[in-house]
């Protein structure tokens, strides 16, 4: 079944000499994983380039349900990036944000909402040279939205927010899965869009603990390993 899709290009491993595979999210078919042959080569048409991370794409692809590896006929890309407009830490957090996307979500599953939100937030942070440096955070967060288990606000003015749960509470019981009072307070100012410097060191741990929040809600994410460049940024 041949057919065409607007498509976010997520991570890719090399392939004999010449090829990649590559997981690439469409929003025809969700994620979908491509064999894309000869394309390291200088004369190729399709340029590896294409595949970086969150590059925004329009494809041309068949699809076959009994293959695990789909074939690609066609790409180009849908949004151009500004080079003055590319950074260093732009560059991180596509590449953690890229990495998070190809673990949390499944082959073959068409998800429009979560395919615009994932679109939306590749256009913002390739918009401007100054990232907000609290981008991956505030991702995460978002993210939950269509995955089912955003924070609730409705006791946002509680001094702790419980991971598993999801809520924030008053008094901490004998729950291990909860942010102490700063890490909340930094959680209430992110759910709020509000600016906050948060410190580095905090920000690196309140990071492993949203990767938590998605553990304790069904997405493993023990494998991820980009979000520990984070830790070495000031």
Known sequence: MKYKSPAIALTYI?????SIICKVL??????????????????SKIKL?????LKLLNIDANFNAKK????????SIAVKIDATKKSIYNGFVSTFIAEINSKILQENEKNDTLFSYIWDSAVKLNSTKKTDLNFALKYLIGLSRPLGFFPSTSEIKNPFFE????????NITNSKTYLNNKKSNYLKALLKDEKILIPQKEKAELLKDLLYYYKLHHYNLDSV???LIFETLR
């Open 68 to 75: 695990s590896l789909q074939y690609l006929v066609d790409v």
């Open 26 to 43: 469409t929003l025809e078919k969700g994620l979908q994983t491509f064999i894309v042959k000869g394309v390291r080569l200088k004369k």
């Open 49 to 53: 380039s294409f595949f970086e991370p």
């Open 225 to 227: 390993t980009s979000h």
């Open 163 to 170: 991971l598993e749960n999801g809520t924030f509470i008053q």
């Open 14 to 18: 090399k392939q004999g000499e010449s």
